[in-house]
């Protein structure tokens, strides 16, 4: 028990790195200052809207996979999936998961504007133009606060423990800009421990039909060189999407490319070598009928230690009432098996297929739950096995403003070798959402 909380102690444990921390904190407000600076002096030149595409799970409505914040307001029915927050450079079978992940968009309407507001017709004597009242819209106000937790552990002395708290900045044009940093620390068996300070800048707005991401900013670790993390994705819709009069989605094809580059947050060995990785690739995203749904991703991988892999993922969904059922299908592949040297699972050939039942729905007016279990199986080195995960998570609403996720999920599906032994994975995860 006193391991599981030794993340909590980390403080008084590290606090000399106190210090060295503030002064990394200096040198990234004068470039996070010089970069506001010319984003609100560029954000002007935007026509188009932003949306946002790290939504929050109350901003979806039941069975509707689009993101769109005023169509959510409109709808009060929370979301069917748990959403992944700001990507984590970490290559494993979950990690693929839809149910972790983001579905498309639809564009948002301009703010402050009403299709019923016309305008006034000139007076007759008019007097001269009086000065307005109204307080003037300001070029940046502060729209969330969404902090995300992560620990997980597994039977060979590996925990990996994240709290990344992201600020978001809404614009006067309606792009976004937010901040993100946290604590995240690294344990492992015969390895030092390893905590990671993470620093980033991002950036999201529209360009006509296509959506732009961007980030970039500094991992600061206590025992490791400073490291550079970015990542950029961008997001079109192949045919327009078509949603009923109820805010379902009825149809949809949305296409994005993604881009990641950073250190390789697999375990403390992993960070202890100094691995950084490379990843790109496309998603698509198919909204065949109201109830059903193709989710399909490709990613390749180029590493600084000379390997390489290429990853894929798809998923088939269909929906009955709070009911869903799915098929998933996952492979894997490495140039070169590095394991014992690098230290980060990288199977030459490597197989993953399941089927899912899930269940959610309204436990209590402020309580929605989601149940899930997958089964299937796995390939390893020409041997199969089998591969189960079961999952479970609420969220709860404390007000208007405010709601928390809570999640749990038990997984034997390998991301490691074990010389044949079993393999069995725990991860608690959750969310504070806080909404201005």
């Known amino acids: 028990m006193v391991d599981n909380f030794r993340p909590y102690l980390f403080v008084s444990r590290y606090s000399l790195y106190a210090v060295f921390l503030l002064g990394c904190l200096q040198i990234q407000l004068g470039v996070i200052c010089s970069v506001g600076v010319w984003i609100l002096s560029e954000a002007k030149l ?15 409505t039941e069975q509707v996979t689009t993101i769109n914040p005023e169509l959510a307001k409109q ?23 839809p149910d972790l992940r983001l579905p498309p968009s639809l564009p948002e309407p301009p703010p402050n504007s009403s299709p019923l507001s016309l305008p006034e017709p000139p007076q007759q004597n008019s007097s001269p133009p009086k000065t307005s009242t109204k307080p003037k819209t300001p070029d940046a106000f502060l729209e969330s606060i969404y902090t995300d937790y992560h620990y997980e552990t597994d039977n ?82 192949i045919s327009p ?37 490379w990843r790109f ?49 996952f492979t894997w592949s490495y140039d070169r098996d590095l394991e014992r040297t690098s230290g980060y699972f990288s199977p030459p050939d490597f197989l993953v297929y399941n089927g899912e039942v899930a269940w959610e729905g309204d436990i209590a007016k402020f309580l929605r739950c989601r ?46 070798e074990t010389s044949g032994s079993t393999y069995s994975g725990n991860s608690f995860t959750g969310q504070l959402r806080v909404k201005f």
């Open 281 to 329: 690739g496309p998603d698509l995203y198919w909204q065949i009928d109201r109830d059903t749904s193709l989710f399909s991703s490709l990613r390749l991988g180029s590493y600084n230690d000379g390997n390489s892999d290429v990853q894929s993922f798809s998923r088939l969904e269909r929906k009955f009432g709070q009911f869903s059922l799915a098929a998933n299908l």
């Open 371 to 416: 149940l899930a279990a997958n089964l299937g199986r796995q390939r390893l080195k020409g041997e199969f096995d089998n591969a189960n995960t079961y999952q479970t998570r609420c969220t709860v609403k404390l007000s208007p403003s405010i709601e928390a996720d809570l999640g749990y999920s038990f997984s034997n599906v390998r991301n490691q």
């Open 75 to 97: 709808y009060s029915k929370p979301l069917p999936y748990r959403l992944k927050p700001t990507p984590i450079l970490m290559a494993a079978p979950e990690n693929f998961n």
């Open 156 to 237: 060979f002395g590996q925990t990996n423990f994240f709290l990344e708290p992201t600020v978001q900045f809404r614009l006067r044009n309606g792009n976004k800009i937010f901040f993100k940093t946290g604590f995240n620390l690294f344990e492992q068996r015969g390895v030092e421990s390893v905590t990671n300070f993470p620093l980033q800048v991002g950036w999201q707005g529209k360009i006509g039909q296509v959506t732009l991401q961007t980030a970039a900013g500094v991992d600061v670790f206590n025992r490791l060189p400073t490291a550079i993390n970015l990542n950029v994705k961008v997001e079109a819709p």
């Open 241 to 277: 999407p078509r949603v009923s009069s109820s805010g379902r989605l009825l149809s949809a094809v949305v296409l994005s490319g993604n881009l990641e580059q950073g250190p390789y947050k697999s375990n403390a060995r992993t960070l202890d070598n100094q691995i950084t990785a």
């Open 46 to 60: 935007q026509a188009a809207q932003a949306h946002q595409t790290w939504k929050s799970p109350s901003e979806l």
